[in-house]
């Protein structure tokens, strides 16, 4: 009579054994591989770009944490002109999205007139990478630096 008692508890202890290393197998299968992607720039408060003294042109440009950015420059009037002429404004905007280090800026598509990112973000102004002109719509611009070079005219990086 041991002899089968015997047995069943071998055959029990193997069956369990082997229910577990199921268990084990399945729950390594189930397990998802956790994919890592960058972060999204996320804004708590506007960042604004502003140009400091200079007798060229204020320059301003806004990012809003909703994902939208408002780009305003007013070119200063030669010192012999009256008065400001309205073509010497330039009011642009347009979304945004990036991550840590870069944000890529999507300009609205303008009626009126064209605007040239190539002359605003001009590579000859440019100190290192701190931008890039994509194409006729949209530059990338470093978010890590403190200041950008629009137009040649630095403008310091501050938040609201």
């Given amino acids: 009579m041991r002899k089968p008692i015997f047995l069943v508890l071998i055959l029990m202890i193997f069956s369990c054994q082997s229910k ?3 268990k084990t197998q399945n729950a390594e299968l189930n397990t998802e591989i956790e994919i890592i992607k ?18 060229l042109a ?6 809003i944490p909703n ?3 408002d780009f305003y420059m007013s070119i200063y ?32 598509e303008r009626k009126k007139d064209t ?3 190539n ?16 194409n006729q719509n949209t530059v990338e611009i470093d978010y890590s630096l403190d200041k950008l070079n629009i137009w040649g005219i630095s403008c310091h990086k501050s938040g609201k």
Avoid: C, H, R
């Fill in 20 to 22: 577990k290393s199921e």
């Fill in 38 to 55: 960058p972060e999204s720039l996320v804004l708590n408060d506007t960042v604004v770009y502003l140009s400091g003294d200079n007798d």
């Fill in 58 to 63: 204020l320059i301003k440009l806004t990012l």
């Fill in 67 to 69: 994902g939208t950015f």
């Fill in 77 to 108: 009037p030669e010192p012999m002109q009256d008065a400001e002429p309205e073509s010497d404004i330039i009011n642009s905007n347009g979304i945004w999205s990036g991550n840590g280090k870069t944000v890529l800026l999507d300009f609205a």
């Fill in 115 to 117: 605007l040239n990112l």
């Fill in 119 to 134: 002359d605003l973000f001009d590579s000859n102004y440019k100190e290192g990478n701190e931008f890039k002109v994509i």
